[in-house]
Structure formats: C-alpha cells, structure tokens
C-alpha cells in the first residue's frame, strides 16, 4: 500500500493567488482528515470527511478555505484568495475508524 | 484549540537512557493515541490506549493513562539516535476526530 498520497509536495505562491492542495487517501479508509501545521498553533484540525461527506469543518480558518471529496480517493483543499499567514504544512490523513494516517505534508509558503 | 498539553516541550538524553513525556488533558475520553514525527515529515500513529486502560505496551514503548488526573504518560526504554523525534499525544472524545497537543521534541545524543 502507498500510504496517504499527496500533492504536490511543496508549493510556493504570491499572495492573493488560488492554492489547491491534493490528497489521495488509503483505499478503504472511510475518514479523512485535513490538518495545517504551524509553529505558533500547533496542528489543527480544519475539516474531515466520513464516507465523501463533510462532518466537521469548524476548524476552518475562513471563507477562502474549501474542501471537497467528490470521491472516496481524492479529496482537495483549496485557498482562494491565499495569503501570507496561510503559510504551513498541510496535512491529509485517512483512517478506518480510529488510528490515522497520514500523508507527508504540503510545505505551502505565500508570499 | 489544544485539548492535550505535553510536558516537557522538549527533552534531550544521552543514548540507551529511557525518556519520558507527559500528556494533561481536559474532558473525558474514548482513547489517547501517542504520535511521533519526524523532521519535516507526517505523522506515525505508534499505540493507542482505551479509556478503561491503565497501561499498554508495545516493544520499547510503555504508555499508562490516568482517567481520574486526565493525564498519560509515554515511556521509551534504552532510547536510541533513530528515537529523535516529535511526540504527539491525541484524545478522541468520540466522532472519530483527534485533538493533538503541542508535542515534545527529543533529542537522543550518541
């Protein structure tokens, strides 16, 4: 098995550009997680998934945040417009009930 | 906001030393899960513990979990260079949604 899959790995862009984060959870994980990691906050939680559908997005910053999970492989996590405290690591993780996994990361740097 | 606190933020030990870290947490719980990362890569799920467990173990691992001090504790024996890490403790008070703490960084010194 791959593990959690996503891309791409880092990204840089200017402030005020679209960023779209991908992830590619395990094969027969039926939750989904995003996190974002910071040295200030730590790791949050800014939404998952249960079966494609969104349970909890309460963790997410603001309206330029979104995610989607059209499918039970793929799952997105868009910034429009980014900005430069959006600056992180983003995180995707899948699991089968309670252990997660996760993927490595997305180093996202906006300038 | 983080649900568990671990103690200390960061701890350095000379190698084959065993290390401890602590984790406080708030509410009630279904389990506590201890995570480890290393630099500049996901998280790794290393055991979980019950909420009707005191403690588990699982090779050089040794976790115990107090319900009535909402605190647990991670033990690694005979610490080795490859144990350099983030240690993450997470509380599951259901919905199968994890709050992580601030994590401890240690560091084993050959």
């Known amino acids: 098995d791959a593990g959690v899959i996503q891309s791409p790995r880092h990204e840089v862009t200017e402030m005020g550009q679209e960023v779209t984060l991908r992830c590619k959870p395990i094969s027969g994980h039926d939750y989904l997680f995003w996190y974002r990691q910071t040295m200030m906050r730590g790791l949050e939680l800014l939404i998952y998934?249960?079966?494609?559908?969104?349970?909890?997005d309460s963790g997410m910053p603001e309206d330029r945040f979104s995610a989607k999970m059209p499918n039970a492989s793929f799952s997105t996590l868009k910034i429009q417009p980014s900005e430069p405290r959006d600056s992180a690591v983003y995180f995707c993780?899948?699991?089968?009930?309670?252990?997660?996994?996760f993927g490595p990361g997305t180093r996202l740097l906006v300038l | 906001s983080q649900q568990g606190e671990e103690d200390p933020q960061a701890l350095s030990i000379q190698e084959g030393e065993n290390a401890t870290m602590n984790c406080s947490y708030k509410t009630s719980i279904n389990n506590l899960q201890w995570y480890r990362q290393n630099s500049g890569r996901g998280l790794v799920h290393l055991i979980l513990i019950r909420s009707n467990e005191r403690e588990k173990h699982s090779g050089r691992l040794r976790v115990t979990l107090d319900t009535s001090k909402k605190s647990s504790s991670l033990l690694i024996t005979a610490s080795r260079a490859a144990d350099t890490a983030s240690y993450f403790c997470?509380?599951?008070?259901?919905?199968?949604?994890?709050?992580f703490g601030q994590g401890t960084r240690l560091t084993i010194n050959p």
């Open positions: 998934f249960n079966n494609n559908v969104p349970i909890d």
């Open positions: 993780a899948s699991s089968p009930g309670e252990t997660q996994y």
């Open positions: 997470a509380t599951d008070s259901g919905a199968q949604k994890l709050v």
